[in-house]
C-alpha cells in the first residue's frame, strides 16, 4: 500500500553533512546577531554585511553532500508519497531525490527583489515585485532587479516576515497522513512549532534528535540520536 508520509525537519537533518544548526553549541545564531544578518531591519542597515552571510552560506551549501539521512527519505520517497516540510533553506532534500519539498524559510540558491511583496509586514514599498530566479553565485551589492531595478537578496523568510504558509495544503497533509517523522528540530519558532500538534491524530508518529524536547513529544515515538543513524533504520522498519 502507498502511504501518505510527511515529514518535517529542521537543522539537524543537515548538520551531518557539514552544514551547523542554529541552537546548539557552535551554531549559527552564536556567532552571528539574528537582527544584523536575518532580519528586514538588518537588511536596511548593512545590506553588504546579509549579502556575505548568505553567499557563505550559499558557497558552504554547494561543497555539502546528502548524508545517509537525506538518502533514506529519497529512498522512502520511492516507494511511498512522501511531503518534505523544512525548515531548512538547502537543497540537499532534492539533491537526493525527494521531489516534493516545501522550505518554509525559502531556499539558499534563489534570489527575489527586495521589494518582493514577502516584506509586506515591516514597510510599505508602494507597489510588489514579484521576480525570483536561481542562482549560480552568491548575490552582490548592485546585482539589480531585471524588473524594476530593486537590489536582489536572498530569497530567505528572515524574523517579522511571514511564512509561505500554503494552508490548502497543509490541510490535505493533516487529514490524509499515514506517518509523521520529525527530525532535528528544536520546533522553537512558529509557525514551525505549531506543525507538532497539528497532527496529532496521526496515528503514526515518530521524532529523531538526540536531545529531544519531550514536552512537546506526546503521542509521538521518540527516536533518541543522530538523523543519519536513526532515519535509515526508521525507513527500513517503514519499508519492511
Ligand atoms: N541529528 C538530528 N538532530 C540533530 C542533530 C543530528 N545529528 N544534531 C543536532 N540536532 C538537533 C538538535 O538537538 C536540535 O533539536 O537539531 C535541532 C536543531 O535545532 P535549531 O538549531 O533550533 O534548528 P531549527 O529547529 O531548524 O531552527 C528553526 O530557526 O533560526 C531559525 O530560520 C532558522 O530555520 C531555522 C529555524
Given at each position: 500500500m502507498r502511504l501518505n508520509i510527511v515529514i518535517f525537519s529542521g537543522a539537524g537533518l543537515s548538520t551531518e553533512s557539514g552544514i551547523p544548526t542554529f541552537r546548539d553549541s557552535g551554531g549559527l545564531w552564536e556567532q552571528h546577531r539574528i537582527e544584523d544578518v536575518a532580519s528586514p531591519e538588518g537588511w536596511e542597515r548593512n545590506k553588504k554585511l546579509v549579502l556575505d552571510f548568505y553567499g557563505m552560506r550559499f558557497l558552504k551549501q554547494l561543497e555539502c553532500k546528502p548524508n545517509p539521512a537525506h538518502e533514506a527519505i529519497g529512498k522512502l520517497a520511492a516507494h511511498h508519497s512522501v511531503t518534505n516540510i523544512t525548515q531548512?533553506?538547502?537543497t540537499l532534500l532534492e539533491r537526493s531525490g525527494?521531489?516534493?519539498?516545501?522550505h518554509l524559510h525559502g531556499r539558499i540558491d534563489m534570489q527575489k527583489c527586495e521589494f518582493h511583496r514577502s516584506l509586506g509586514f515591516t514597510f510599505d514599498s508602494g507597489f510588489d515585485c514579484d521576480f525570483k530566479s536561481r542562482i549560480s553565485k552568491p548575490i552582490q551589492?548592485?546585482?539589480?532587479?531585471?524588473?524594476?531595478g530593486g537590489q536582489l537578496r536572498p530569497d530567505i523568510v528572515w524574523f517579522g516576515e511571514p511564512v509561505d504558509m500554503r494552508e490548502d495544503l497543509l490541510m490535505d497533509l493533516i487529514k490524509n497522513a499515514d506517518i509523521f517523522i520529525g527530525v532535528g528540530t528544536s520546533a522553537q519558532v512558529y509557525p514551525a512549532a505549531g506543525l507538532l500538534p497539528m497532527?496529532?491524530?496521526?496515528?503514526e508518529k515518530y521524532f529523531i534528535d538526540p536531545n529531544p524536547n519531550y514536552e512537546l513529544l506526546d503521542g509521538f515515538e521518540v527516536l533518541n540520536g543522530s538523523a543519519s543513524e536513526q532515519m535509515p533504520k526508521l525507513v527500513e522498519k517503514i519499508l519492511g
Open positions: 531548512n533553506i538547502d525527494s521531489e516534493k519539498v516545501w551589492l548592485g546585482d539589480l532587479c531585471p524588473k524594476c497532527f496529532r491524530r496521526t496515528k
